[in-house]
């Protein structure tokens, strides 16, 4: 699904938001349109509630703030092999066949459904995320010809290392998502 599309906006917003949309086409049908086509008129706003029903489970199961702030303190607080155990974990509830690595920027080979995903994870406590390590993640990427690179940081990247990432399109596992997949562990 395209990243600005209709949909793809919807589910990224309150669920109501959704509800709201689709009870207007909903209401617009019935009003303007004949008593016999209406029902089936009405029918275009399923998508929309459907949609609104998967943001609203999505957001229901969603780690609150205070839980996303808890979940990080004790990342920070975590020595190298209890975060690296608590990643694999986590990988391993998400359907990934994980393997620890530990050569050069790859610390895990993430495996599933034929595609391979290298993780650089261990500078994740640093406080300023330059764009070396990800180039060195990069270069490994293409000489193993790995489908994804996943960069791990507590801390947000600096503004080249975050735009060297995006042209890369490297995922940067930070904040809500980095909680989120910690939580699962």
């Known amino acids: 699904m395209a990243q600005n599309s209709l949909f793809a906006m919807l ?4 669920w109501w938001i959704s509800f709201a949309l689709a009870s207007v086409v909903t209401l617009l049908c019935v009003l303007a349109l004949p008593a016999h086509v209406a029902p089936f008129a009405a029918l275009s706003a399923t998508p929309l509630w459907v949609v609104g ?7 229901l199961r969603a780690l609150s703030p205070a839980q996303v702030e808890r ?13 690296a155990q608590q ?11 994980v393997q620890a690595v530990n050569q050069g920027p ?16 261990r500078r994740w ?6 764009v070396e390590p990800l180039r060195e993640l990069e270069a490994v990427r293409t000489r193993e010809s790995a489908a994804k690179a996943v960069y791990v940081a507590l801390q947000p990247l600096g503004e080249n290392a975050a735009l060297y990432a995006r042209d890369q399109q490297m995922v940067v596992l930070s904040g809500m998502d980095l909680a989120t997949l910690l939580a699962k562990a």
Do not use: M, N
Request: charged share 25%; glycine share 8%; hydrophobic share 45%.
């Open 87 to 97: 990643l694999e974990s986590a990988w391993r509830a998400e359907g990934y066949a």
């Open 125 to 130: 406590k640093a406080a300023h995320h330059g």
């Open 11 to 14: 589910l990224r917003s309150r």
């Open 71 to 83: 979940q990080l303190a004790e990342c920070a607080g975590l020595p190298w092999r209890s975060l």
């Open 53 to 59: 029903c998967i943001a609203a489970w999505r957001q």
């Open 106 to 121: 790859v610390d895990f080979r993430l495996e599933r459904a034929g595609q391979t995903t290298l993780v650089s994870a």
